[in-house]
Structures are given as C-alpha cells and as structure tokens.
C-alpha cells in the first residue's frame, strides 16, 4: 500500500468545525477543537476533539477549517527552537 496524499492536518492543529457538502449535526457547526488522529493511510478523516468534550468525533477535510492560532505554549516553542539550533548532540550522546 502506498500513501499518495499527505495529511494536511497534522495532530495537535487547531480546527473549526464549518458545514461542508454531508449533512452535520448543527450543534457542532462553529465549535473549535484539536486533531488527534491524522492518518496518511486514511486521509479523508480526522479525528477531533471538540473543546469542552473528551470523545473523538470524525470530520471530512471540507468539515474543518484551520483555527489559525498558536498550537504550542510559550515555553514549548523556545525549547523547540533551542534544539532546532543545536547542531551537535549534548555530551555523552554519541
């Protein structure tokens, strides 16, 4: 099996829920949430967690829109742009 289409929507991306082409339960039409399952070998799906509930529902990529906000906290970005920026392994790592 072969993966021919990347997932645009990576886990930890912020989505909005918007009405699409399949009927949608309305209550959720505008909520916001976080992907949690983003699979290559399924691209046609994610799975979301809407805030303020802790199942997984699945949206179609045209069920989403991209929140646009910062996904990773204050302190998680610098670390990540501090071991970006190494070039070497820390001492002790071969």
Wanted: hydrophobic share 35%; charged share 30%.
């Amino acid at each position: 099996m072969s993966i021919t289409e990347r997932s645009l929507l990576q886990a930890g991306t912020r989505v909005k829920v918007r009405r699409a082409d399949m009927p949608l339960e309305s209550a959720v039409v505008g909520r916001a949430g976080m992907v949690v399952d983003s699979d290559p070998y399924r691209p046609n799906r994610y799975g979301v967690i809407l805030d303020g509930e802790t199942e997984v529902r699945y949206f179609a990529p045209k069920e989403l829109e991209h929140a646009g906000q910062d996904l990773l906290e204050p302190d998680e970005a610098a670390a990540r742009k501090r071991l970006a920026r190494r070039s070497s392994p820390p001492p002790g790592l071969p």
